[in-house]
C-alpha cells in the first residue's frame, strides 16, 4: 500500500553559496609615488596652499588605482575644484571665526556651539563625497547617513563621554563605527555589520590595562635605576604607541571581520605587533630624513592593510557586480553638488 503525502512537509533550507576568498592587493611602490608627492609639496607651497586640492586628487588617484580587488582596480573620481571650493568655505569660515572673535570675545564659546552642531552636517557630506567618488568596476559606493544620527554618535555621546570621564567612550567608538558601515553601499547593495559595544570595552579596558602595565614597569624602572630617568621619555613613548597600535588594530579587525555586504563578507587579519612597527619606524624614518620617506611611509602602511585584508566573496564576483551594473544603470547614479568638506572619519 502506498504511503500518503505529506503536503505539509517543511521544505530543505537552501544551502548557503560557497564563500571564495578574493584578496585585496596594493601595487603602489615608494619611488613612483615620492615623484607625485615631491611635485605636490612643491606646488602646495609656491601657491599658497591653493594647489592642495589637486595634490590631494593625484594622491588618491594613485592610492586607489595601486589597489585591486581580484583583476581590477578602484578608481578615483573628484574633481579638484569640489575639493578646492570646500577648502575655501572652510577656510573663510575659520577667518570670519577669528575676526567676530577679535573683536567679541564673549561670542568665541557660542560660535563654538553652533560649529558642534554644524559638525554632524559636514560628516555627512564628507562621507558622502567619499563615496561617490569612489568607484570600482564602473559601480559608485553610496552613503546614505542623516544628521540626526551623526549628532547622537559625533557630538552626544562624545559629550557624554567626557561628562562620564570616558566611560561612554567605547559605546561612542561602537556608534560611530556602526554608523559608518552601515549607512554605505556599493551601488545599491548596503553594508551591514552587527557591531557590539561589549566589544569595544573589551578591546579599550585592555588597552587601559596594558598602559598601567607600563606605566607600573616604568616606575619600578625608575625607584630600582635611578639613572635611567632621563632616557624614560624616549623608552616609554614606544610603549605607548603600543597601545595606540593596539586600539587600531583590534578596532579595524573588529569591525572589518562582522561587516557584510549582502551575502559577502570580509576578513582582516592585522596584528598589533607588526603595525606598530611599521608605525613607529615610519616616524622614526621620516624624522632622520626630515619628511622625505613621507612617501615610503604611506605606502608601507597600504600595502600591509591591503595586505591584511580579504573579501569572502559569496558565488561569483563577476555576477555580483554586473547585477550592481544592471541596478545602477536602470535608476541612474545620484549626482549633486557635493562639496568636500573633509572631515577626519
Known amino acids: 500500500m502506498n504511503e500518503p503525502v505529506d503536503t505539509h512537509a517543511t521544505p530543505a533550507p537552501a544551502a548557503e553559496p560557497k564563500l571564495n576568498p578574493v584578496d585585496f592587493q596594493f601595487h603602489g611602490k615608494a619611488g613612483e609615488f615620492f615623484r607625485i608627492w ?16 589637486w595634490a590631494k586628487v593625484r594622491t588618491n588617484q594613485y592610492f ?8 581590477s582596480r578602484f578608481e578615483y ?11 575655501l568655505i572652510a577656510f573663510g569660515a575659520f577667518m570670519l571665526y577669528q575676526l567676530i572673535v577679535s ?7 557660542p560660535i563654538l556651539l553652533i560649529f558642534a552642531l554644524v559638525m554632524p552636517w559636514i ?3 564628507s562621507m558622502m563625497f567619499r563615496h561617490f567618488n569612489t568607484r570600482y568596476r564602473n559601480i559608485r559606493l553610496g552613503f546614505t547617513g542623516n544628521y540626526v544620527d551623526a549628532l547622537i554618535a559625533y557630538v552626544a555621546l562624545p559629550v557624554g563621554s567626557a561628562l562620564t570621564l570616558g566611560l561612554l567612550y567605547p559605546y561612542a567608538a561602537c556608534r560611530q563605527q556602526r554608523w559608518l558601515v552601515n549607512n554605505s553601499r556599493f551601488g545599491k547593495t548596503p553594508f551591514s555589520a552587527q557591531l557590539k ?12 590595562f596594558l598602559a598601567i602595565s607600563t606605566g607600573i ?15 624614560l621619555p624616549l623608552f616609554l613613548l614606544p610603549f605607548y604607541y603600543l597601545v595606540y597600535a593596539y586600539i587600531k588594530v583590534h578596532v579595524t ?11 559577502h563578507q570580509f576578513e582582516s587579519r592585522m596584528k598589533t605587533l607588526p603595525y606598530l612597527w611599521i608605525f613607529f619606524s615610519n616616524m622614526i624614518v621620516m624624522v632622520l630624513t626630515l619628511g622625505l620617506a613621507t612617501p615610503w611611509a604611506m605606502i608601507r602602511v597600504a600595502r600591509y592593510r591591503a595586505d591584511c585584508t580579504t573579501a569572502q566573496v559569496a558565488g561569483d564576483l563577476d555576477q555580483f557586480v554586473q547585477v550592481q551594473q544592471d541596478q545602477q544603470n536602470a535608476l541612474g547614479e545620484e549626482l549633486g553638488e557635493v562639496l568636500d568638506l573633509e572631515f577626519g572619519v
Open 64 to 71: 586607489y588605482g595601486h589597489t585591486s580587488l581580484g583583476d
Open 38 to 53: 615631491i611635485v605636490n609639496v612643491c606646488l602646495t607651497i609656491i601657491t599658497l596652499g591653493i594647489y592642495s586640492a
Open 123 to 125: 560628516i555627512v557630506r
Open 103 to 109: 573683536i567679541m570675545p564673549i561670542l568665541g564659546l
Open 197 to 208: 559595544a561589549g566589544a569595544f570595552y573589551s578591546i579599550y579596558l585592555a588597552a587601559i
Open 217 to 231: 614597569l616604568f616606575f619600578m624602572v625608575e625607584i630600582s635605576v635611578p639613572t635611567m630617568l632621563p632616557l
Open 253 to 263: 579587525n573588529y569591525t572589518v571581520n562582522n561587516a557584510q555586504l549582502g551575502e
Open 77 to 87: 573620481t573628484a574633481q579638484p575644484m569640489q575639493i578646492l571650493k570646500g577648502r
